[in-house]
């Protein structure tokens, strides 16, 4: 088959990508000089043909092979492993443990917006209530197919008047292969050191050519992975009867379609299709044999399942003269499903009253989905005293959101509910829904030959919370060839969640439970709770880019991002007052729980906050002609966030406790360094990719489950996570040109996080901080890889 041009090829890249990126006559792609500041972006810029190295904010691009050499199965934990200011949970555990989010600089994940291809991705059902991830419905990443991802853009900056809401921290936005040729094959194998967690991977992409001037990428990718097992012993049994701290066990399929044909007319017709689905299964805690022998003489571990159908689909049109404006006119709508389930388990309260009981139990429905309509127009106009021209970009969106809740049997709510978790009442079901209407204005130029600016502002009007504007001010000046300085001002309002408003549940222990109330509902009220608000940030950023030598550049940025009204959980209130919210919700608590083992939260507007931070990247590439070429790279964050004031609920109280202020200001590392780099043979045939990272210090206030304070909603253990070092190595051949085979091993070393008190473990079982994000609990994974360029 005929290769296309570059410059054909780089149009049908920019089309995808933006509505603002076109590849005007005579333009070529950017070559590949072994580093990404040579790349072109479209991320935080309207402009076309703008490289990495010259944006006015800060941003990294991470491409596909760079990812599948991390060995990481997922596409979030590669970007963990590649990018010091992307964090994740260390530990996933009970419902968000299968969710794979991404979050920038220590914030929360939905303060960081996802899009792909330049429009907006929704978002999960899943919503969490722990660690910095406290009150998220992140965008799950894992559940588009990794074969299929040509490269991602992580802007580092607040952009909530360039793109909207939850663009608070930044964008991360995934840009998808466009070719009507080529393709690869790719699999890997690998386990823990312990040898649990044994994962299996397997995808494929393919380009085709459609007709003349089209193309369409297929792709497809299944992943298994076993669970993983760091509980420690249990100490009613003196055995490992626990497994409640580590991964579950996973089995997820993607599917991805992306196309696009231009017509004869210049207009392009372009379409993008996901569809996921995966199947979780999650172990909770393990209930002793004297707690319903009849059924389960040896005691019983109950299974939590959940089985989750992710879609979205986009479709568009887009051209270069309408009236002088290039346009672009797209529809994009996605959803996900989750129905949870609970296996080995039994209803305590309906077996005393009946003398039976069900042993798995449907536990509710959760859904979210969105719809997304925009016309964006730009233009370049040629202005007198400038010295390029002046580009504008305007446009209208129209955004409906859903997020849904389905009942459980009524086995899993009545009489205490089941054992674990009980299910969704029928009082607390239902559908929800919003519609958000926006418009933009973007200007952007060259004042001067080495003076950039760039001006944004958007209003947004959501039918819940009303009005909000956001503005970003932009600039960069260029003081030599290869060095500039740029900074940036922005404003920026993440509205609650529906979820955030809606969301009820009740978790059973053996010996407690613990309730999240509607944050609008009536029970919630009783303990204090206002109507929720939006948060409002402001967004500051200023760097230095340089490059002294050739091959070496060097990029430095500090920012500060303050935060009003936080949305997290508010302080947990137990005894009679919990009680009482619980029965106006409707939940009934088991009535062999005393006052003092049940509590009750609901989301809040707790606090106001103030991030600061640093992040230096440098690369450099070292070239022999007989030895072959090393990319060096270094990358470091050191992020620090305050809390600068805290509300108070109706009734008088603190709107936060010590853990929660503890998850905002200590559950990420304080710092991250990431340095190392990778050798290629001068045949092409050898490489080696070799990077050693430092995860700075966590601090968490850890709730006691032993001793005085036990359960306790106002008293907690203060621990530090004390810095680690961890090592990734990966070794790779090319026998033949097509086939790349590779073993490798991440956390070479074998290292785990700072081992906990044992009071502060569910009867033992935490051996480590469940709600930092630091290195991962599972200890040194190795594994083999094997890629085939079709």
């Not at 972006?41 to 904010?57: C, N, Q, Y």
């Not at 797209?330 to 042993?359: E, H, M, R, V």
């Not at 000046?477 to 309002?493: E, K």
């Not at 109330?517 to 009220?525: G, I, K, P, V, Y």
Request: hydrophobic residues 35%.
């Amino acid at each position: 088959m005929k290769r296309q041009p570059k410059r054909y090829a780089l149009m049908r890249f920019c089309a995808l990508a933006t509505p603002f990126c076109y590849a005007a006559p005579g333009a070529i792609a950017a070559p590949d000089t072994g580093t990404t500041n040579e790349s072109l972006i479209v991320t935080g810029t309207r402009e076309t043909h703008k490289k990495a190295r010259d944006s006015l904010s800060p941003i990294d691009i991470v491409t596909g092979s760079e990812q599948a050499r991390t060995g990481q199965t997922n596409v979030t934990a590669a970007l963990q492993q590649l990018l010091p200011s992307v964090t994740r949970p260390a530990v996933g555990q009970f419902d968000g443990a299968p969710t794979d989010f991404i979050s920038l600089r220590g914030l929360n994940p939905n303060q960081t917006l996802v899009l792909v291809n330049g429009k907006r991705r929704h978002n999960s059902s899943y919503l969490y209530t722990d660690g910095f991830a406290d009150s998220a419905t992140p965008t799950d990443i894992d559940l588009i197919a990794p074969e299929l991802i040509d490269h991602i853009e992580v802007l580092k900056d607040g952009a909530a008047a360039q793109y909207g809401s939850d663009a608070i921290a930044g964008v991360v936005n995934i840009i998808l292969k466009s070719s009507d040729h080529g393709g690869v094959a790719r699999s890997q194998i690998g386990q823990t050191y312990e040898g649990d967690g044994f994962v299996a991977q397997a995808g494929a992409q393919k380009g085709l050519k459609i007709g003349s001037s089209g193309f369409l990428d297929l792709s497809f990718d299944y992943r298994h992975q076993d669970h993983t097992n760091r509980s420690g012993i249990d100490e009613r049994t003196d055995a490992h009867t626990l497994r409640v701290v580590g991964d579950p066990a996973t089995t997820r399929y993607d599917f991805a379609i992306n196309g696009g044909y231009t017509f004869a007319n210049g207009i392009e017709a372009y379409t993008t299709e996901t569809y996921a689905h995966r199947f979780t299964e999650i172990a909770q805690v393990y209930r002793v044999p004297t707690r319903l022998p009849e059924y389960y003489p040896n005691g019983f571990t109950p299974q939590q399942t959940a089985t989750e159908n992710d879609f979205s689909a986009a479709i568009g049109l887009r051209g270069n003269d309408l009236l002088g404006w290039r346009w672009d006119l797209s529809s994009n709508y996605g959803g996900d499903y989750i129905n949870s389930n609970l296996n080995n388990t039994a209803n305590l309260g309906l077996y005393a009253a009946t003398g039976t009981t069900p042993l798995s139990v449907h536990l509710a429905d959760y859904s979210t989905t969105q719809l997304n309509n925009t016309f964006d127009l730009s233009r370049d106009v040629h202005v007198p005293l400038l010295a390029g021209p002046l580009t504008i970009a305007t446009g209208v969106a129209h955004r409906f959101e859903t997020y849904g809740t389905g009942v459980g049997s009524s086995a899993s709510y009545l009489y205490g509910g089941s054992q674990a978790q009980a299910g969704l009442l029928p009082s607390n079901a239902g559908p929800h829904s919003r519609v958000v209407y926006s418009t933009y204005l973007d200007l952007s130029a060259h004042l001067t030959r080495d003076w950039q600016a760039d001006l944004a502002g958007r209003y947004e009007h959501y039918t819940d919370f009303g009005d909000t504007f956001n503005g970003k001010a932009s600039t960069r000046y260029d003081i030599t060839r290869n060095l500039a300085v740029r900074a940036t001002f922005s404003t920026g309002t993440r509205a609650p969640s529906l979820a955030n408003e809606y969301y009820s549940a009740l978790a059973v222990g053996p010996e407690s439970a613990s309730g999240t109330l509607a944050a609008n509902s009536a029970a919630a009220r009783l303990l204090g709770a206002t109507p929720l608000k939006p948060e409002h940030a402001t967004n500051i950023t200023a760097g230095v880019v340089y490059s002294p030598i050739e091959h070496l550049h060097l990029t430095l940025d500090a920012y500060q991002i303050d935060i009003r009204d936080r949305i997290v959980s508010g302080p947990g209130i137990s005894g009679d007052a919990a009680l009482a919210a619980l029965r106006v919700q409707g939940i009934a608590v088991s009535s062999s729980l005393t006052p003092d083992d049940v509590s009750a939260s609901f989301f809040t507007n707790a606090a106001a906050t103030r991030t600061r931070g640093l992040d230096i990247t440098a690369t450099y590439t070292t070239r022999w002609e007989s030895f072959g070429r090393i990319d060096w790279d270094v990358s470091f964050n050191a992020n620090d966030t305050s809390i600068r004031h805290v509300n108070t609920l109706a009734n008088g109280l603190s709107d936060l406790n010590a853990q929660t202020a503890a998850y905002l200001t200590g559950s990420t590392p304080k710092n991250r360094l990431i340095f190392g780099g990778r050798w290629q043979s001068s045949s092409g045939r050898w490489d080696v990719v070799l990077h050693e990272q430092r995860y700075g210090q966590t601090t968490d206030a850890l709730t006691w489950y032993d001793g005085p304070y036990a359960y306790s909603t106002t008293n907690f253990n203060s621990i530090t996570n004390h810095p680690r070092w961890i090592t990734n190595l990966e070794l790779g051949f090319r026998p033949i040109d097509r086939l790349h085979l590779a073993v490798g091993a991440n956390n070479l070393f074998n290292r785990y996080p700072t081992r906990i008190p044992a009071a502060n473990g569910y009867y033992g079982s935490g051996r480590y901080d469940g709600s930092a994000s630091q290195i991962g609990v599972n200890g040194g994974f190795y594994y083999a890889q094997a890629s085939y360029d079709l």
